[in-house]
């Protein structure tokens, strides 16, 4: 959907004596700790243009970043590779002890996280924080299960006795990592943790507009005891860092939209590689007759707007059982109109600005089109350069016709359309209405009739009384989305298991020696046939 990618998102400037074609000079600005960060990218050399970093909360340069190339990420990959073979010896109670002491490492430096994720995204303070726990919560989470889901498992054999057979994990290598910018850390780092526990080693290509809080958890992440040059980043431009990096690595995770990830997956099929996508939504949240109107106002109010919509997981569809749409409009529209925007690096402002530009340019598209073919602002509507230059106010559409771009497409922003509904039925069939599957939310007062509701909706998560938080922050439940909303899981059991291939190690008894194979087949059919008999009396 959006890019951010370098050249469009700010200056280039030449720091070796070999430019780039069309890189432009800027200056470098002055903020020691960005500046150190920056060096720590896996280059092979530092003779590499640079991208401008633009920070979302006053337009201003944050920093310079490094644009590597493609032989970068090969050497990125060789070196990852090295260390991972070390890393695949350790056992799975020393990684579990590192992600443990990361885990208490990243709350250690919660704030100055906050101050850089703020900083390259924008988002407000509370959003930021988030990010800080789920690193924790998902760090914490595979310390504990990782060596217990990584053990050797004893697995029944047809001949239980004459075979024993072992399943074991083994590592896939080096797992690709391309994550994108609205979730800095928590996209950056989440699915690392998991891969690290599995024993691989990681090369990660942070979207170009957010590589500060990557690199800096990186540090961390060796502050904690993790090998250095086990997890290395490599900035830089989607198609060819990431191309690269898909490329050569044993395995590819990939957060983004279902554009980038169709092209990812052909990638990877051409190597047959295996891959996660996880990919856009455009969730729907139901409101049953019986829900506690000013709840259920509070509740959508961060459903929609948290992280100022740019989240995949947001609500952008509402269906309200229609003898409490007008009532929960009200409620709906106020609770919106008193959020506090603003754009600071602090605790201030519960709504922040965009992220770039070009997610101004599709919220302001999607707005423009609807207006213009019919829908009705019920709060917010409009930029608001006033407090960032890519700000824009929560805004609430109704009366969306079916032929408005936001009717179907994701606007991976604050906005969302309400649609009043005669029953349940009508509002699981219009929510299921999607090429999309990510997530739902059903708000009802009576949470099992909500649960009946939830199992009615394709989506890959569903929030019963609210939004997003509850599934995402159960580690210990696959999340991931149907339709074109993604391919493979991440958190629970299965989101450490796809970071690794299965071993069978089956061993035959010397007692299957007494059991002479008979010379003629008809003999050794009739003899298998009577142990088959007997097998349905053993356990499997
Ligand atoms: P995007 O697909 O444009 O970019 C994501 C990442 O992919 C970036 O790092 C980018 O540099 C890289 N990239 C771009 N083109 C590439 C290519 N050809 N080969 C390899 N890498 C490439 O996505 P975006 O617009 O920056 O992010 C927003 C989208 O991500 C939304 O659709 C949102 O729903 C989705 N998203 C999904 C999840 C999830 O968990 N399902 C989470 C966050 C965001």
């Known amino acids: 959907m959006t ?18 074609t069309g890189a432009r ?28 970093v633009m920070s979302p909360i006053d337009g201003s340069a944050l920093g310079l970043m490094p644009i590597g190339t493609v032989d970068d990420v090969t050497a990125a990959l060789a070196g990852a590779r090295r260390a991972q073979r070390m890393w695949a010896e350790t056992s799975t109670k020393e990684r579990a002890a590192i992600l443990a002491d990361y885990a208490d490492l990243v709350l250690d430096h919660r704030e100055e996280l906050c101050d850089l994720i703020q900083l390259e995204n924008g988002k407000s303070r509370a959003w930021a924080f988030e990010e800080v726990a789920d690193t924790t919560i998902t760090a914490r989470y595979y ?3 990782g060596p217990r889901l990584l053990a050797e498992t004893k697995r029944a054999s047809a001949f239980p006795g004459l075979i024993t057979t072992i399943e074991r994990r083994v590592p896939k290598g080096v797992v690709g990592i391309i994550s994108p910018w609205n979730y ?14 599995a024993g ?29 040059g086990l997890m290395r980043v490599v900035t830089g431009q ?36 295996d891959f996660s996508a996880e990919l856009g939504g455009k969730n729907a949240m139901v409101i049953t007759d019986d829900i506690d109107i000013e709840r259920a106002a509070r509740l959508a109010t961060i459903a929609c707007f948290a992280n100022s919509g740019q989240l995949c997981i947001s609500i952008e569809r509402i269906y309200v059982l229609q003898e409490v749409a007008a009532r929960f409009m009200d409620a709906f529209a106020e609770a919106t109109a008193a959020l506090r925007l603003g754009a600071e690096v602090g605790y201030g402002p519960e709504m922040g600005p965009l992220a770039s530009q070009d997610q101004l340019d599709k919220m302001r598209e999607h707005v423009t089109d609807a207006v213009a073919k019919g829908a009705r602002v019920l709060s917010g509507g409009n930029a608001r350069p006033d407090l960032a230059p890519w700000f824009h106010e929560p805004t609430i559409l109704v009366d969306v016709p079916e032929n408005a771009d936001v009717y179907r497409g994701e606007t991976f922003g604050p906005l969302v359309s309400i649609y009043p509904v005669a029953n349940v039925d009508e509002a699981v069939a219009a929510a299921n209405d999607t090429e999309y599957g990510l997530n739902a939310s059903v708000l009802c007062n009576n949470a099992s009739r909500g649960r009946a509701i939830a199992r009615r909706l394709q989506a890959g998560t569903v929030n019963v009384n609210d939004g997003y938080a509850a599934a995402w922050s159960s580690l210990d439940a696959p999340m991931g989305g149907v339709g074109v909303s993604g391919v493979g899981r991440r958190h629970g059991a299965v989101g450490l298991l796809k970071y690794t291939e299965s071993q069978n190690i089956s061993t035959r008894s010397h007692l299957l020696d007494l059991v002479q194979r008979p010379s ?18 053993l356990p499997f």
């Open 143 to 145: 310390a504990k299960k």
């Open 238 to 273: 989607g198609r060819v860092v990431g191309t690269a990096i898909i490329e050569g690595a044993d395995y590819v995770m990939f957060t983004g939209s279902s554009e980038t990830g169709a092209k990812i997956a052909q990638q990877s099929a051409a190597r047959l590689v």
């Open 25 to 52: 000079q800027g200056s470098a600005p002055e903020r020691p700790e960005l500046n150190r960060l920056a060096r720590r990218v896996d280059l092979l050399d530092d003779d590499r243009p640079q991208h401008t």
């Open 200 to 228: 691989n080693g990681v090369v990660i290509k942070p979207d170009s507009q957010t590589p500060y809080t990557a690199l800096r958890a990186v540090e961390l992440l060796e502050q904690a005891g993790l090998p250095k």
């Open 3 to 20: 890019t951010t990618e370098p050249h469009t998102a700010g200056t280039t400037t030449p720091k070796g004596p070999t430019p780039t």
């Open 520 to 537: 003629h087949p008809k003999e050794y059919a009739e003899r298998l046939s009577a142990a088959l008999r007997l097998q349905k009396y």
């Open 184 to 197: 800095p850390l928590s996209l950056a780092v989440g699915d690392a943790i998991a891969a690290l526990m």
